[in-house]
Every structure is written in C-alpha cells, then in structure tokens.
C-alpha cells in the first residue's frame, strides 16, 4: 500500500456544506435589511455554521503504512496496526487496542435506508477478517461509508499480519486534543450566550 487513503463522510460534507451555505447566506440576508439584527445573528449562525463543519467536514480516517488516524470532533487519535485488536462496524469503523475502543466519526455504518440500495456483489471479495460466522454486517459492505473504511484498514492489517509483522508496528496509541477547535467552539459559545442575554 503505498499512498496513504484519506476517508472523509460523503453526506457529512454534504450537510456541512449546504449548512455552511445557507448560515452565510442567512448572515448577508440579515445584514443587508437590518445590520443591527444582523450583527446580533452572527453568533448563532457562526456557531451553527461552525459545528457543522467540526462534526460532519472535518472529521477524517487516514490509513497508511503503519497506522490508521482517526480524526474526530474533539481528539484525533493514531492507532499503530500493531495494537489493533479487532475491527468492528456495527455502528461505525471502530477499531479495538487492549486498552481503548476508538470509534470513527467520519465512517458511519449505513441506516435502514440505506441497506435497501445495497448491491449483492458490495459483499463479495472482503477481506477475510470482515467475515463472521460466514456473513458480513451491512457496516462492512463497500457501499457505506464505515465499509470502504473498514475494507482498506482490514486489507492492510491483514497483510502486516499474514507476513508476520504485525510486531513491528506496536507502537503507541497517540491521542491529540483539538485545543484549537474546543476553544473556539467555547468562544462562539460565549458570544451567542453574550448576544441573548446583554
């Protein structure tokens, strides 16, 4: 594998996207007919237009060579292949070490909606870890998010495992907190609060 994969949600960029929009075009409507009513609306809108993009643009799995990253709302943590215990996808990727469960933000299993349009052949060719008791959860299949994740995590895995060098990668869990993304979430948050109740 040698380029690392960048996973991002198709209907969180989606939805971020179109909620950005609308915040920024709301922020010139208001502005336009009433700049004090508009300027009292900033706070709302920037921090509708901020946590949509902090939980639905943002977040990220980046697989390569020797670790799976996972960015989320709050924290992105690094898991080395080496302390990957399992792999799940019930709800979302979510990939076990012996101390922590770390669940992806960006790889969300699909809804009951969506397991209608699902195609018999998104089932087929998995790697064999995907597998259990003979069947694969619908957040394994390729056309989900939580799946096409899940396939280039296990497939790497799988290999490192296969050729015995799943040692060699055991480095440690390594987890970041987003101080940038709290602390202006909590600034636009005391600037809403500032606006209503001043």
């Known amino acids: 594998m040698p380029e690392a994969h960048v996973l991002r949600p198709r209907f969180g960029r989606f939805l971020a996207g179109a909620v950005m929009i609308v915040c920024a075009a709301a922020?010139?409507?208001?502005?336009?007919?009433?700049?004090?009513?508009?300027?009292?609306?900033?706070p709302m809108l920037g921090?509708?237009?901020?946590?949509?993009?902090?939980?639905?643009?943002?977040?990220?799995?980046r697989v390569?060579?020797?670790a799976v990253t996972v960015e989320n709302v709050f924290r992105t943590i690094r898991v080395p292949y080496g302390q990957i215990q399992r792999i799940d996808t019930r709800f979302a990727l979510t990939l076990f070490t012996p101390e922590r469960r770390i669940v992806?933000?960006?790889?969300?299993?699909?809804?009951?909606?969506k397991l209608m349009t699902i195609r018999r052949d998104q089932a087929e060719h998995l790697p064999?870890?995907?597998?259990?008791?003979?069947?694969?959860?619908?957040?394994?299949?390729?056309?989900?998010?939580?799946?096409?994740?899940a396939y280039i995590v296990r497939t790497r895995w799988e290999q490192l495992r296969d050729a015995g060098t799943l040692d060699a990668h055991v480095g440690a869990v390594d987890v970041r907190l987003h101080t940038v993304t709290i602390a202006?979430?909590?600034a636009l948050v005391a600037a809403l609060a500032l606006a209503l109740f001043v």
Not at 27 to 32: G, I, K, Q
């Open 104 to 113: 992806a933000w960006a790889a969300p299993a699909p809804g009951r909606h």
């Open 184 to 186: 202006a979430g909590a």
């Open 47 to 61: 921090l509708l237009a901020y946590v949509a993009w902090a939980a639905y643009w943002r977040p990220s799995v």
């Open 27 to 42: 922020a010139v409507v208001l502005l336009v007919q009433s700049p004090v009513n508009g300027v009292a609306a900033l």
């Open 128 to 149: 064999e870890s995907s597998y259990v008791a003979g069947t694969v959860r619908p957040g394994d299949l390729t056309g989900s998010d939580s799946g096409v994740a």
């Open 64 to 66: 390569d060579d020797d």
